[in-house]
């Protein structure tokens, strides 16, 4: 760990983080093919912060994204979303915390092609039967600047605006947390960056935790935090990233 980041999860702050890992541990394969993806991770990540995961290709990143998320089991250790302890729950529970409790932004945008950009931002409420905040869809969708473009299908939309829609529709709900899974990788660097925008200022400005995997150090330089993971380990942490501090810190772990 770095002698100049604060301990994991702690920085300023006396509010009770969002998520908490404990000796996290996910091994695939038994007996001598066993790979030890994750190997005794234990961070925390602060409400209303936003954390990117990064590492060497193979370091566990995504591995940790999953066991935190509850879209896959960890071998031992412990995930708490608040004072849930996931790792105790089973499947239809799983179900249920991801679908109230959790949002999502992946690679691929992952919106239904017949729906409006706001029929794709209400469909999970709809299928979970919730009553939709109007006041907060209509920050949120100021927040995202998708105002003029809620009638539109996905395929009027550029890929940055198909993105946007996404992120809304994962902050909708309230999420006490949204994983964000190289959410700029099939975007173009003007449209990446509005996206990364929108995700630090809805940690600032809706005090929303988001938690992002990325493998590209100007995307991880938007997050509040930056943890680093190699081997499955928890090796480093930086505050108030910028690019060239991350890219520094990359180059030393792959070296």
């Not at 954390?51 to 935190?68: E, F, R």
Request: hydrophobic share 40%; net charge neutral; charged share 25%.
């Amino acid at each position: 760990m770095s002698e100049t980041a604060a301990p994991a999860g702690v920085h300023d702050t006396d509010v009770p983080p969002a998520v908490i890992a404990r000796d996290l541990t996910k091994v695939y394969g038994t007996a001598g093919s066993a790979v030890r993806a994750l190997d005794g991770v234990s961070v925390a990540f602060t409400r209303g912060a936003f954390t990117a995961i990064m590492g060497p290709s193979g370091s566990g990143k995504s591995t940790l994204m999953h066991c935190l998320a509850g879209l896959d089991t960890a071998t031992s250790g412990t995930v708490h979303l608040g004072r849930t302890d996931i790792t105790r729950l089973r499947d239809k529970q799983l179900t249920r915390l991801r679908r109230d409790r959790v949002g999502f932004v992946f690679q691929s945008f992952n919106l239904l092609p017949m729906l409006t950009a706001e029929q794709n931002i209400l469909l999970p409420a709809q299928i979970a039967g919730r009553a939709v905040d109007r006041e907060r869809f209509d920050r949120i969708v100021d927040v995202v600047g998708l105002r003029e473009r809620l009638d539109h299908l996905p395929s009027k939309l550029s890929g940055g605006q198909q993105q946007r829609v996404a992120v809304a529709r994962a902050l909708l709900g309230e999420p006490e947390v949204v994983y964000a899974d190289e959410p700029t990788g099939n975007l173009d660097s003007r449209s990446g960056a509005e996206v990364l925008t929108f995700l630090r200022d809805s940690a600032a400005s809706l005090r929303q935790t988001v938690v992002m995997v990325t493998h590209d150090p100007v995307a991880a330089a938007y997050a509040d935090r930056v943890i680093f993971l190699r081997d499955g380990r928890l090796v480093d942490e930086v505050y108030a990233p910028t690019a060239e501090t991350v890219l520094d810190r990359l180059v030393k772990l792959e070296s």
